[in-house]
């Protein structure tokens, strides 16, 4: 039997909520599944198709805690999903994999169990966890399991992801983070992540404009991204109310109270390293056998 397995986009942080907080986009990566004698995977660039590959490990990863002993012959559908952009791409494949796998193996696994494997697979829980439930979503992970709350952002709000050319790589942007941070500095990110699920579900503008602020991450990491003054001046000239760094970056998701893509499409053109505008509305299915 094959099943098709759909997965969203996501953006980590929403500001000041590091590595704890994140939401889901209707953007897609789509992966068939099948079980198999032996491991194969396809649709892929030939570096990603082995098994290393995120999605192939988190099936690995279902299987074994079903005791279920298999190959996997994996193929790549449709990848909407950029990579190493910030926008999930990883945490996209590990939830597709866990979801393949538990519907392939008698869907023996309830979704908190496969949150825990996706965790443990990424790392942490700030991605997968939308990625998994869809909406937005606040988790940490402990020895034991993972703690997840969700909700669902004010349809007042509309979305933004700008979109450079060029890949940032997690691990280099967590060697731009410094070894410690100012006391004041830790409380002002705790006082405004505790507030995130609040501000984006009410939709207040205000209070989004604190959430997004942060002292953690965005100000060591910002300099890796190329023009980044630039398309952010540009982006506040049409409309953009605030911003925040999606994951790891490059990418930046703007909030405002109207749509302002393509007016911001036509601002960036010309911009160097191919910045671009791209609405995206939350998705709150999360990762699904279609």
């Known amino acids: 039997m094959k099943i098709t397995v759909r997965s969203p986009a996501t953006s980590a942080n929403l500001g000041s909520a590091f590595d704890c907080a994140g939401i889901a986009f209707a953007l897609y990566n789509e992966l068939s599944f099948a079980l198999s004698e032996r491991t194969e ?11 290393n590959n995120l999605a192939c490990s988190a099936f690995k990863a279902v299987c074994d805690k079903v005791n279920v002993k298999t190959g996997v012959k994996i193929e790549f559908l449709k990848t909407d999903i950029p990579i190493a952009r910030g926008l999930g791409s990883s945490a996209s494949l590990i ?17 908190d169990e496969l ?6 697979t990424e790392g942490h829980p700030d991605n997968v966890a939308p990625a998994l439930f869809g909406g937005l979503c606040v988790s940490l992970l402990t020895e034991e399991k993972v703690f997840c709350v969700s909700s669902k952002p004010s349809e007042k709000i509309k979305f933004t992801a700008v979109i450079p050319d060029f890949a940032v790589k997690t691990q280099d942007a967590r060697k731009a983070l410094p070894s410690g941070v100012p006391f004041k500095d830790a409380v002002f990110n705790v006082s405004r992540a505790a507030l995130a699920l609040k ?23 910002t300099p890796l991204y190329k023009n980044a003054d630039e398309v952010i001046r540009l982006a506040y000239s049409v409309g953009a109310d605030c911003y925040f760094v999606s994951g790891a970056g490059p990418t930046f998701v703007f909030i405002s109270e109207k749509d ?7 601002k960036l053109y010309g911009v160097k390293n191919g910045w671009k505008a791209l ?12």
């Open 95 to 111: 939830t597709a994999g866990a979801v393949a796998a538990n519907a392939l193996t008698g869907n023996t696994l309830g979704k």
């Open 199 to 221: 501000a984006f579900e009410n939709g207040d503008t205000d209070m989004i404009k604190a959430v997004a602020d942060d002292r953690l991450h965005q100000r060591y990491r």
């Open 115 to 120: 949150l825990k494997i996706c965790a443990i």
């Open 260 to 266: 302002i893509a393509e007016e911001l499409n036509g």
């Open 279 to 290: 609405s995206l509305a939350p998705d709150f299915t999360g990762t699904s056998v279609v």
């Open 41 to 51: 995977i396809s649709g892929c660039e030939e570096k990603y198709a082995n098994e």
